[in-house]
């Protein structure tokens, strides 16, 4: 999600088997989020170091749980 400054908001989705790795990085008060899904390198900047932790923390915790797949009763 990227909000932006003119056009409003930009959000992109992701699912977890398309994330090959997740990696932060900070600075002085920020840090910066990069996201390898497929081909590419999602950058996500100006993440509070708390959160970016927290947030790869959790991405990866749902990365490596197994693939399951619901039936629906309908």
């Known amino acids: 999600m990227d909000k932006e400054f003119m ?16 990696q932060y990085e900070t600075a002085f008060l920020l840090a910066s989020i990069d996201i390898q899904v497929t081909d590419d390198i999602v950058e996500i900047d100006g993440v509070g170091k708390y959160h970016a ?15 399951t797949h619901f039936q629906s009763k309908f």
């Open 7 to 22: 056009y409003g908001l930009k959000v992109e989705d992701f699912s977890y088997s398309k994330i090959s790795s997740i």
């Open 53 to 67: 932790e927290l947030f790869c923390e959790k991405v990866r915790e749902f990365m490596s749980r197994p693939e």
